[in-house]
Nanobody
């Protein structure tokens, strides 16, 4: 059973940076496509970025492209999301997900518990 644990969220001023981590266990991580999503209270979970199992292909939502970078370390069984030039509208709970590279949340089979990112003006 896949277990995913996010970390690295917090409070940052607009224009600042954060790096989120997603540690995976209970699975052969190097075979898993992975993704990041975010969700505000009362809203749907939105796609942020995804990465192929070998790290060689990535995709991004238009709202974060050029500011966020997804990466992974298949030795450390960890995925990352480097977030730069943060905006107040990036404030959300961020979730990592396993099993797909699609932009729809329903395509993913496993989810972490989420980590809060708050960007202040």
């Amino acid at each position: 059973q896949v277990q995913l644990v996010e970390s690295g969220g917090g409070l940052v001023q607009a224009g600042g940076s954060l790096r989120l981590s997603c540690a995976a266990s209970g699975v052969t991580f190097s075979r898993l496509n992975m993704g990041w999503f975010r969700q505000a209270p009362g809203k749907e979970r939105d796609f942020v970025a995804s990465i192929r199992y070998d790290g060689d292909s990535t995709r991004y939502a238009s709202t974060v492209k050029g500011r966020f970078t997804i990466s992974r370390d298949n030795v450390q069984n960890t995925m990352y999301l480097q977030m730069n030039s943060l905006k107040t509208e990036d404030t959300d709970v961020y979730y990592c997900a396993a099993g797909s590279r699609e932009i729809v949340a329903g395509a993913y089979g496993s989810w972490g518990q989420g980590t809060q990112v708050t960007v202040s003006s």
